[in-house]
């Protein structure tokens, strides 16, 4: 018995190692320091060579002046789940379009939004921020909107919580005699293109488009992704639609107006639109489709939380009231599809398939999954001169090579989304296709994590934000085919980005690594005092006594009344955090890999997968000894 | 012990393997960073609070062991739950046209890989310590040691990009119309025709040395000799006899291979955009689509188990000498 | 101190006999003869390479020129030094992931095979599950687990390769057991742990080491899978990370398809080196399987 005691103890040995190898490598906790190692980790997504490059050339220029920044590359959803979820980093690079869009921005500004699972992953707590979200939110008239988010930038751009890298244009590709497409925010793939597009000196023919993913579900209200968006919104409707320059227009809805405080809204809906089965559509469907949203909450519709309450006035009039004013009610309805009353009725919001009934351009055909969606002209569409071709084709090919070789023969009229840059040239050599490089919206980022000390102080963000080579990642790994960032909200929503921000923020502006401006900024820093205390080349933050009165840096020149504070203050909950934290950063010597310390012991990660790990390893003991058990007792 | 108290028992055996197993999995999947809802976001404009609904709704909200609770009922009762992405039961996207495409390709690449190296492998034996025999024995070195997307990729450089003889992606033309079952039947070959032969150019090395290893040990045995000595052809001997004797441990290694035929190829259907089952589980490992990931790995352990299970009871049941034990 | 010399010497000996027997097989020498070249290949890599790997050298997909003999990759970085610096990764997985499936499938296949009893049942019940899980889908799963990084590559491949090793090493451990010698030393009041590393282990290294050699190639193999797709380590060059990203940044369609077949073939020449080393080897640790096989 004891050479079995002693192989079992042995085993254990072996297992234990096992697991700890496999578990992330725990920071060793030391007690609060007096100063901060300006030591760093960027989690980039590991799939973009685009983005690990640039952070990989920041890193370089970062060493210059004393910064260390690791790179790591993440799968995707940890980093969402790190930054997001867990608010466990330091700093990220990511791709997020809505983070520029003017209807999103106040969700990653609020201060309610820092909180995890919330949208202000940064841990921005500026009061005058704060406000200026809210007020945006809501706003409807469209000037002082602008006045609104024009502050916002110019806080942001002040305060550098997040900066922009690059934006990738949108390299859509068809064929060059196809007329009549008009734009939205994913470039050409727009509800209106499927309406107006037509072949130069050709009636209707059938229009090929190439989508690179199936459809996940045959639910309108499931759609998750562009690729489902875009047959849906030949195969259904909407009350309003967005223009070429991203102003909301009247469609079904021929004619709305809103009360003087917004909150209520009138929609008088054309007479002569029905649905694919024949039937008409009317105030009741419009009802009913907002009473369903609400009634089921369902995810995707932003409006939906501020619905008070939908009324019918005639057959043609509804009337939506809301509880609070909403500024962006007309974009979220350009997005949100008429729903067919007497067939949706009965029928559950998240079923895999639902009604293919809509009252759009196109009529439902056939599909076969993972091929092709095919969709007829609805004949009786209300506009009678949409649409002008006969049949729309949506063609799966996840293979982007496959995509361009099926344009290249003439196969396909129009694919969107991503080109290699290998076949920018390719096309751009055929004569019978046409490259089209479109800003869009795509916005790629540097994000700080502000909870996290030092990077709670603005002069060392700026520091970085001069450092990052915005113009060497465009012309290097991008090969062209974007742009540097230097805004907060893209220019592409015309006047409401601030045209001032690049001039007034020389470090948003600059596209260039600055070394000297980023020893500068650190210089001037009122927070911390930046040097090398231990000569390993490598900066440290040693904090400065807290001055009494804090006073604005001499750029600010934000006219509201209150003025933007240097650095967001940690108030109420978030001093509290501060103060929790006591463990400051600490490095693994061996390993490139940093582990930084968690935020709180009950959400470490490192906890969660050893106990994890020791769950899995006493069931595969388990597991083991009752097939023993059984083999023993039947031998 | 009897016959039917062996299968009994090694029934039982066979359930709580699995469940067991199944159970293990359950864990290792939540162990993966990050979160199903987390996916959404690059998408679609999701607000937190929609990520709290989705969690709701897929009941991600609850403590993990009252999860695991539920997926063991369901489990029990058959059920392999719905899908997170595709909002469709996991058993009807498995069973769907994702197994119909793989199991093409995989039983024809394997039955090919399988025909020829037999015959290569009986031919080889037969001619050994000749050049061809040397020759075909560095070749199938050869063919061990490429990585199958690699090659994959060689062939769709030189089949569909500099010739343009095959199609570079998919199952089938997009909506072509087929005027005949035929047509149909053709399209999907001329798509399958250069994964499969992918496969089974590199399955082809091992089967083919195995073959012939066996074969080697075949012919030395005495009633081969004396067949030989009785006067019957050599080539007869070889073919009819020493070669069906040889089978045996091929055609039970290909049993025992089923796991690779349902957990697919993920590596050849990535290169070729075949839709299958391999790149299901792959996405759905990205996506973390746990019912997805769990149903995959019930079926493909369901299915190894099984073809453990029989070729045992095959083999005790062909030899008399093996003991249920 | 004539004692231990004299074991030195019988070592020395067994050695210079082993290399005469190895240098026989033309195969084998051949194979040394490549991985040697590799070897001096990734040590001095940074000497070799014409450009730094990462650094934008060119213009976008190049084909083949005199400044760049095999093109240039989508970000306009020299593919030829990609190659080389590839060697380097490419290595250090395959050797350190056999390494470690080595140590743990000999750990457990000595415990079980010496010890035998519960404690046998027990391994080797485990061993049996690791052999039944599904291979690639499981790696899958680990990898997404682990995250990417060489580290965590190396340990998947560790994980799943150790059954085998154990087995192996089981069988051999259970002859070894009933010698002579081993007895002799257990009568003598050896303790378990004394005979195992004295023993046992020195007399299952050849076979641990004859495998080890194939594991490496399938450990190569298997990290260009992985890193094909995207499983991998993006910042570290591989062959594997190459082909990856060859594959989404199109250079099928490119100018310059070298892009593609250049770390292929790099992975076949490797490949190929350590099955002939293997087979060479096989040939002198083995003598009974070269009778049967003539």
Known sequence: ?635 | MGLRAYVARRTIELAISLILFMALMFYVFRLMPGDPTAMLIEETAFTSEMREQLRRMWGLDRPLHEQFVIFMKNLLRGELGISFIYQKPVADLIFGRKMLNTLALLIASHGMALLIGMVLGVWAAWRRGKVLDIASLVWALVLHTIPVFWLGLMFLLIFAVHNKWFPLSGTITPARDYAHVLEYMGDYLWHLALPAATITLIRLGGDFLIMRNTMVSVIREDYVTAAIAKGLPEKIVVWKHAARNAMLPIVTLAGLDMATVVSGAVLTETVFSWDGIGRLLYEAAIYRDYPVLQGLFFVITLVVLLANFFTDLLYAYLDPRVRYD | MEAVSVKRYRRFERVIEFWRAYSRTRLGLIGLGILLFYTLMAIFAPWIAPYDPKARVGGSFEPPSAEHPLGTDEMGRDILSQVIYGTRVSLLVGVLAALLAAAIGSAVGMVSGYFGGLVDDLLMRITDLFLVIPGLPFIIVLSVVLGPSIWNIILVIAIISWPSVARLVRSETLSLKERLFVQASRVSGATDLYIIVHHILPNVLPIVAASMVLTITSAIILEAGLSFLGLGDPTKISWGTMLYFADRQGALLSDNPYYIIAPGIALIGIGLAFVFVSYALDEVVNPRLRERER
């Not at chain 1, 690990?52 to 993440?74: C, D, F, M, N, T």
């Not at chain 1, 789940?81 to 990653?108: L, R, V």
């Open chain 1, 1 to 635: 018995m004891d050479k079995v005691y002693r192989s079992l103890l042995a085993f254990l040995v072996l297992a234990v190692m096992l697991a700890s190898s496999m578990g992330p490598i725990t920071p060793i906790v030391k007690a609060e320091k007096e100063y901060y190692k300006l030591e760093f980790e960027v989690l980039v997504p590991e799939y973009d060579p685009v983005r690990i490059r640039a952070a990989e050339l920041l890193s370089q220029y970062a060493a210059q002046v004393g910064i260390k920044i690791h790179v790591r590359p993440v799968d995707l959803n940890y980093e969402i789940t790190k930054t997001q979820d867990e608010h466990d980093f330091d700093m990220y690079i990511i791709g997020w379009s809505s983070k520029n869009m003017p209807m999103y921005i106040s969700s990653f500004i609020k201060i309610s939004e820092d909180r995890p699972g919330g949208n202000n992953i940064e841990g921005i707590r500026n009061e005058t921020l704060d406000k200026l979200a809210h007020m945006l939110d809501k706003t409807v008239d469209p000037e002082k909107q602008k006045e609104i988010l024009w502050k916002i930038q110019e806080i942001l751009a002040d305060q550098v919580p997040y900066v922009g890298i690059y934006t990738r244009f949108l390299t859509q590709v068809w064929v060059k005699n196809l007329k009549g497409l008009h734009k939205e925010y994913w470039g050409y793939a727009s509800p209106m293109t499927w309406r107006t597009a037509y072949f130069e000196g050709k009636k209707g023919g059938t229009f090929v488009v190439i989508l690179a993913d199936d459809l996940r579900t045959e639910n309108v209200l499931l759609a998750r992704s562009i690729y489902e968006d875009m047959v849906w919104d030949a195969l259904y409707d909407t009350l309003v639609y967005l223009d070429d320059n991203y102003s909301p227009k009247p469609w079904v809805a021929y004619k709305y107006e809103w009360s003087p405080d917004g909150k209520v809204w009138t929609f008088y809906l054309i007479n002569n639109a029905t649905w694919h089965d024949g039937k008409p559509l009317t105030a009741d469907d419009v009802v009913f489709t907002f009473e369903y949203l609400v009634k089921n909450n369902v995810p995707g519709f932003r409006f939906v939380k501020y619905v008070e309450k939908v009324e019918k006035v005639d057959d043609y009039t509804v009337k939506l009231y809301l509880k609070e004013p909403y500024a962006w009610l007309l974009y979220d309805l350009a997005d949100t599809p008429i729903l067919p009353k007497h067939l949706w009725e009965n029928v559950q919001w998240n079923v895999s398939k639902a009604p293919l009934i809509g009252s759009g351009p196109y009529k439902w055909s056939k599909r076969v999954e993972g091929e092709y969606i095919e969709l007829v002209k609805n004949e009786n569409y209300w506009r009678r001169d949409m649409p002008k071709m006969d049949k729309l084709v949506f063609r799966i090919i996840k293979n982007f090579n496959a995509a361009l070789l099926a344009m290249e023969a003439g196969e396909a009229h129009f694919y969107v989304y991503y080109i290699p840059t290998s076949a920018v040239d390719r096309v751009k050599k055929n004569p019978n296709l046409h490259l089209n490089l479109e800003r869009g919206v795509t916005f790629y980022y540097l994000g700080f994590n502000l909870r996290r000390p030092p990077l709670d102080d603005v002069w060392l963000r700026r520091a970085i934000a001069y450092l990052i080579p915005k113009k060497e990642v465009v012309e290097g790994p991008l090969q062209g085919l974007g742009e540097p960032c230097t805004w907060y909200i893209s220019p592409y929503f015309g006047e409401l980005s601030n045209p001032e921000v690049p001039k007034k923020f020389p470090w948003i502006g600059s596209i260039e690594p600055n070394i000297e401006k980023a020893k500068e900024m650190l210089a001037k820093s009122d927070k911390y005092e930046y040097k090398d205390i231990d000569g390993d080349g490598i900066l440290e933050a040693i904090p400065k006594a807290k001055p009494t009165t804090t006073k604005p840096p001499a750029t600010v020149t934000v006219t509201t009344t209150e003025t933007a504070s240097p650095s967001p203050t940690p108030t109420g909950t978030a001093a509290e955090r501060v103060v929790t934290k006591t463990v400051t950063k600490t490095v693994t010597a061996s390993v490139t890999v940093t582990a930084p310390a968690p935020t709180s012991p009950a959400t470490a990660p490192a906890g969660k997968g050893l106990s994890t790990l020791a769950a899995i390893a006493v069931i595969i003991i388990v597991i083991a000894a009752i097939l023993l058990f059984l083999r023993r007792r039947a031998g």
